[in-house]
């Protein structure tokens, strides 16, 4: 009797034990915060054949410490993947970070187009880099809703389309580079509204008209190429109002 007891008691010991275990797994395997659970639904759009991305682990409190992944004050603010051999697609989940300033992605084999609810929650993002990837599609017609965008690197991929005239709305921006795509038509205008403007690269596309007049208005500018586009006409006067022009490729 007393060995039947104590078997028992051992058997019921050792399922209190694994059943402590199995909660306790279940815990360590969801305990991620809410931005890491949103940094791994961005990843399943994307392939990592290098596994670069390994130390991503759901099992983590936060992803402060993951590779890429830069937090302030314990929240994501930058997530920097450059150069990692990525492939996929582009997810807007990645926007889903509140406090995401800075999203690189340059330099990797990311292709597919841009879905236009990308841009619908990314309201404090200041730097978009995803150039040298093989993203194709329309130019991103919605980027304006991006009011606080500073600097903007679409540059060698196969975008093609039109620059939207609304590009005029983005007036925090600093940086415009564009270049090495398939764009068409004419420089808008409205880029006379981006005062705080200093760089523009759109070369090696397919722009054409002339070079407008307005551009002059850009008064922060100090970079402007051009070259290798469609572009005809006379350079026009006004541009000797860019004090800070000390760049200018035609």
């Given at each position: 009797?007393?060995l039947?007891?104590?078997?028992?008691?051992?058997?019921?010991?050792?399922?209190?034990?694994?059943?402590?275990?199995?909660?306790?797994?279940?815990?360590?395997?969801?305990?991620?915060?809410?931005?890491?659970?949103?940094?791994?639904?961005?990843?399943?759009?994307?392939?990592?054949?290098?596994?670069?991305?390994?130390?991503?682990?759901?099992?983590?409190?936060?992803?402060?410490?993951?590779?890429?992944?830069?937090?302030?004050?314990?929240?994501?603010?930058?997530?920097?993947?450059y150069?990692?051999?990525?492939?996929?697609?582009?997810?807007?989940?990645?926007?889903?970070?509140?406090?995401?300033?800075?999203?690189?992605?340059?330099?990797?084999?990311?292709?597919?187009?841009?879905?236009?609810?990308?841009?619908?929650?990314?309201?404090?993002?200041?730097?978009?880099?995803?150039?040298?990837?093989?993203?194709?599609?329309?130019?991103?017609?919605?980027?304006?809703?991006?009011?606080?965008?500073?600097?903007?690197?679409?540059?060698?991929?196969?975008?093609?389309g039109?620059?939207p005239?609304?590009?005029?709305?983005?007036?925090?921006?600093?940086?415009?580079?564009?270049?090495?795509?398939?764009?068409?038509?004419?420089?808008?205008?409205?880029?006379?509204?981006?005062?705080?403007?200093?760089?523009?690269?759109?070369?090696?596309?397919?722009?054409?008209?002339?070079?407008?007049?307005?551009?002059?208005?850009?008064?922060s500018?100090?970079?402007?190429?051009?070259?290798?586009?469609?572009?005809?006409?006379?350079?026009?006067?006004?541009?000797?109002?860019?004090?800070?022009?000390?760049?200018?490729?035609?």
């Amino acid at each position: 009797m007393g060995l039947e007891l104590s078997f028992h008691s051992k058997n019921v010991f050792f399922h209190f034990y694994m059943i402590l275990l199995f909660s306790l797994g279940i815990f360590f395997v969801s305990s991620i915060n809410e931005e890491g659970s949103t940094l791994l639904k961005f990843t399943i759009t994307l392939l990592d054949s290098d596994g670069n991305l390994v130390n991503w682990n759901p099992s983590d409190s936060t992803p402060c410490n993951w590779t890429g992944v830069s937090c302030t004050d314990s929240l994501v603010t930058s997530v920097n993947l450059y150069h990692l051999n990525l492939s996929g697609s582009l997810s807007p989940t990645i926007c889903n970070l509140p406090y995401l300033v800075e999203l690189n992605l340059s330099k990797n084999f990311i292709s597919g187009p841009i879905s236009e609810p990308f841009f619908d929650n990314c309201n404090k993002l200041e730097v978009l880099d995803l150039c040298t990837n093989r993203l194709h599609g329309p130019f991103l017609t919605l980027i304006w809703k991006i009011k606080t965008l500073r600097k903007l690197y679409l540059c060698e991929n196969y975008m093609y389309g039109e620059i939207p005239n609304e590009i005029g709305e983005l007036t925090s921006l600093e940086e415009l580079v564009i270049h090495s795509n398939n764009l068409t038509g004419i420089i808008p205008k409205s880029i006379s509204k981006l005062k705080k403007l200093r760089v523009i690269r759109a070369g090696l596309n397919g722009l054409s008209g002339t070079l407008p007049s307005e551009i002059s208005e850009c008064e922060s500018l100090e970079t402007l190429g051009l070259a290798q586009n469609q572009l005809v006409g006379s350079i026009p006067k006004e541009l000797e109002k860019l004090q800070n022009l000390t760049n200018l490729i035609l």
